[in-house]
């Protein structure tokens, strides 16, 4: 069967998002959700598989900035809407799409991709490591207590409304991205993407609200949430559903969440998406009343590995050859000397010397941000030490102090 594979026009949008949401499930997005990505999404930026007149394979990548080790905002493709048809599955349909899409963002100069997974399985062939994690926690707040840090007492807490709140809560993001490697900066219009709450997303629970942390007049942190009022022959069993929360200090971050223990008629928090290192769970006197899972989060794609590299910045001064074997875009695939001083600015250049480690470009990708060990990887089998010491050298160099977390989806 013959498809037609092409960016869809503004006149094809409706139907190519119809695709995405019969793969997806055949619910419909809501209108708020709709008219949101339709103005988030550009279509010279997204990719469809045509049979007749009808979509069955969609594609789309955002214009993002991610953050990396060393804090700079690296331009990254923010790959998004991916599906094919269940009528044109094992076609190759979306292997097309991923070496159309690879390519384009090859020509527009970001030296990497990022996305996140629907089905994790599906995206190593292509490339993509899973470099990050995200911690999911249900707390039982009727038996955990927190360990409160000094100052949390001079804290002010206050409900706003989400949106009048959000300029104040987009400039707490903006501060603390430099400092957590795999955060997306802020494009303009994603902003509305952390006030976007349609009535059926709500699980039975309240509209969002919002509380802002403030000390000496300054906003310090934010919490959104909503509340899930439920009852049982005790009484209340209510659960706070938190879906992001960030603070620039110890004292307003402890602050935030003591005001999440104390809701009324609440017995338990939950969140989907903390960083792996999340400082609660060192505030929390019971970690296994928490419900802590951990999940694969961000995934990374090298596109340019020369440019990808030099973009980051190292924990250690390094020298190693890499032999980086990448079938999907054979212009990464060679050695590459990866050089890097004690500040940890590095240059990576072309090489015909020996390699140290060979390894493929998806576990580089894991590796990038710094939260996977590349001694882990080798302990697996999956990096080829040529030089003894290599691994060692290689692993404290690309390792980061802070766990790399992605703070949404897209």
């Known amino acids: 069967m013959n498809t037609e594979l092409r960016i869809p026009s503004v006149a094809d949008w409706d139907t190519w998002l119809g695709c995405l949401e019969l793969a997806f ?4 997005l809501t209108p708020e959700s709709r008219e949101m990505y339709a103005t988030l999404s550009r279509p010279d930026r997204s990719l469809g598989h045509w049979d007749g007149e009808e979509c069955v394979g969609t594609a789309g990548a955002y214009a993002f900035q991610v953050t990396v080790p060393g804090g700079a905002a690296v331009p990254a493709a923010g790959v998004t809407m991916v599906s094919v048809a269940a009528t044109h599955r094992r076609q190759g349909l979306l292997t097309s799409m991923m070496r159309r899409q ?3 963002v090859r020509s527009w100069g970001e030296p990497i991709a990022v ?13 993509y490591g899973a470099a990050t994690q995200e911690t999911g926690l249900r707390i039982d707040t009727s038996l955990v207590r927190l360990a409160l840090p000094s100052g949390t007492d001079g804290v002010r807490l206050r409900r706003v409304s989400p949106a009048g709140a959000l300029d104040a809560c987009e400039a707490v993001y903006a501060r603390l991205a430099p400092d957590r490697p795999g955060t997306p900066v802020r494009q303009p219009g994603w902003e509305q993407l952390a006030v976007n709450d349609p009535a059926a997303h709500r699980e039975g629970g ?4 919002c509380v802002l942390a403030e000390r000496d007049g300054e906003v310090t942190g934010y919490v959104t949430y909503r509340v899930r009022p439920a009852w049982d022959e005790a009484g209340p069993r209510g ?5 992001d929360l960030a603070a620039l200090d110890a004292a307003s971050y402890a602050a935030l969440w003591r005001f999440l223990f104390g809701i009324d008629l609440t017995s338990s928090i939950e969140c989907g998406n903390r960083p792996a290192d999340d400082a609660v769970l060192r505030l929390v006197s019971d970690v296994r009343r928490c419900e802590v899972r951990l999940r694969d989060g961000l995934y990374v794609r090298l596109v340019d590995v020369g440019a990808a590299l030099e973009a980051r910045r190292y924990r250690a001064p390094v020298d190693l050859v890499l032999e980086v074997e990448d079938d999907f875009c054979p212009w990464n695939a060679g ?13 990576c250049r072309r090489t015909e010397d020996r390699a140290d480690l060979a390894l493929s470009v998806r576990d580089l990708g894991a590796v990038y941000l710094g939260g996977v060990s590349l001694t882990s990887l080798a302990s697996a089998g999956l990096v080829r030490e040529n030089r003894p010491g290599a691994v060692a050298e290689a692993a404290l160099a690309f390792s980061w102090d802070v766990a790399p977390w992605c703070p949404h989806e897209f």
């Open 335 to 347: 050695r590459w000397r990866l050089t890097g001083d004690a500040k940890g600015v590095a240059s």
């Open 102 to 104: 690879l390519d384009d």
């Open 206 to 209: 309240s509209p969002l609200i």
């Open 115 to 127: 996305l996140k997974a629907s089905e994790p399985a599906i995206y190593g062939r292509f490339g």
């Open 25 to 28: 499930g055949g619910v419909p």
């Open 239 to 243: 659960t706070v559903a938190v879906r």
